[in-house]
C-alpha cells in the first residue's frame, strides 16, 4: 500500500493523499483521503478507487442513480490504474462494493405503500410511485439508512369519480 500511495504521489503530483479514518474522495480540498496503517490488498483497490473519482472530476450528483454511474466509472478508472502499476482488483470486490449502492438505491426507490420500484422526481429528494401515487422523501445522504416518509397528498380526481 505504502509503495503504490508513493507511485500515485509521483504520477500525479497535483493531488493530495491525506491519511484519515476512511478511503474517500473530496473534490473540496482535491485530496484523496486513505486509512493510515492499511496494509491489505483491499486497501490499495480502494486508494485506486478514490483515485478515480478525482482524475474523473467527480463532485456531486443530483440523482441517485447519478451515484452510481460516478461509482461505476470511478472503477472502471481504478481497474485502469491498477494496470499501470501491476495490480489487479478482484472483480468480485467490485460488484460488492457497487451493490451496496444498488441496494442503497433499491431500498429508496421502493413505495412505503405498496412496494412498487419507482423513479425519483424532478427534486432530488423525492419519489412517486406510479402505481398507488405515494410521495416520499429521502434522506440526502447516501450514508444513512433509506427512511421513507410519505408525503400527504389530495386524492386523485379518477379515485373520487370511482367511489
Known amino acids: ?19 484519515g479514518p476512511t478511503f474517500y474522495w473530496s473534490p473540496e480540498t482535491n485530496e484523496v483521503f486513505y486509512r493510515d496503517g492499511a496494509t491489505e490488498e483491499k486497501a490499495a483497490w480502494s486508494l485506486l478507487h478514490e483515485t478515480g473519482h478525482a482524475l474523473l472530476g467527480h463532485t456531486t450528483y443530483k440523482r441517485d442513480i447519478e451515484l452510481i454511474k460516478l461509482e461505476v466509472a470511478a472503477w472502471e478508472k481504478a481497474r485502469e490504474l491498477a494496470g499501470q502499476f501491476g495490480i489487479t482488483i478482484d472483480e468480485d470486490h467490485i460488484e460488492d462494493c457497487l451493490d451496496t449502492y444498488r441496494d442503497w438505491l433499491h431500498a429508496r426507490s421502493t413505495c412505503p405503500s405498496c412496494t412498487t420500484k419507482c423513479l425519483q422526481q424532478n ?14 422523501k429521502v434522506t440526502p445522504s447516501r450514508f444513512a439508512r433509506p427512511y ?12 373520487a369519480e370511482m367511489e
Open 1 to 19: 500500500m505504502q509503495q503504490l500511495l508513493e507511485a500515485l504521489r509521483g504520477v500525479l503530483p497535483d493531488l493530495r493523499f491525506t491519511p
Open 123 to 136: 427534486d432530488a429528494r423525492h419519489y412517486r410511485c406510479h402505481n398507488c401515487h405515494t410521495t416520499w
Open 148 to 159: 421513507r416518509r410519505a408525503v400527504a397528498q389530495p386524492t386523485p380526481i379518477f379515485a
